[in-house]
């Protein structure tokens, strides 16, 4: 039972390179999150999805694309990569009103 | 957009202690949840906490909802290392949606030996 699945676990990109993070849940869930985690600010909405074919923006989206084509999978894309955007990112998935399920995290460097 | 707000930031204890964090803010939230997360992982799901006044307890760990919904407390009985790490309130936002969940920027909390 994997739960929520992200790849890749570690990123070195060079600023304006670009990169896709994949997000891959097998819990049958509608909704589904990117987060950024950065010291001292907690957990910061990026984008989300709330089903299939479906994306909306979060608090901090600039600099960010998002694609939801399968229930699954929640694709985060970095189109040019800046060294503000060095993080660590969570995916996560909920199935109804309450509790969300984590992937382990993207720890991305940009340098 | 609603904010939650936690205290302490940091919470350095020894063993056996006990502790209390907090989680305030100045919107009435539907629910919220206490996630603890460790080093090098997601945060993972401790309670979810719905009705004002209400008291959850998880072995040494008690959480309780303000009658008013508005804030949160988590109570750590005779603290042990095993418990360190980042303590995360989760709140629904308002505004329509139900689908987003807006964090707190957490209590990281070191128990030492």
Not at chain 2, 75 to 84: K, L, R, S
């Amino acid at each position: 039972n994997a739960g929520v699945t992200q790849t890749p676990k570690f990123r070195v990109l060079k600023t304006g390179q670009s990169m896709t993070l994949l997000c891959a849940q097998d819990m049958n869930h509608e909704y589904m999150y990117w987060y950024r985690q950065d010291p001292g600010m907690g957990l910061r909405l990026i984008h989300y999805s709330v089903g299939e074919g479906t994306t909306a923006k979060g608090e901090v989206p600039d600099g960010y694309n998002v694609s939801r084509l399968k229930k699954q999978n929640f694709l985060l894309g970095l189109e040019s990569a800046a060294p503000s955007q060095t993080s660590v990112y969570f995916c996560a998935s909920r199935g109804g009103i309450v509790r969300a399920f984590f992937g382990q995290g993207t720890r991305l460097t940009v340098v | 957009t609603q904010l939650l707000e936690q205290s302490p930031q940091f919470l350095s204890i020894q063993e056996g202690e006990n502790l209390t964090v907090y989680c305030n803010s100045s919107s009435v939230f539907s629910s919220l949840q206490w996630y603890r997360q460790e080093p090098g992982e997601g945060p993972v799901l401790l309670v979810t906490v719905v009705t004002g006044g209400e008291v959850k307890k998880l072995k040494r760990l008690t959480f309780q909802f303000g009658d008013a919904r508005k804030d949160s407390s988590l109570h750590i009985t005779a603290a042990q290392p095993g418990d360190t790490g980042l303590y995360l309130c989760a709140g629904p936002y308002s505004g329509g949606s139900n689908y987003k969940l807006t964090f707190g920027k957490g209590t990281l909390l070191t128990v030492n030996p």
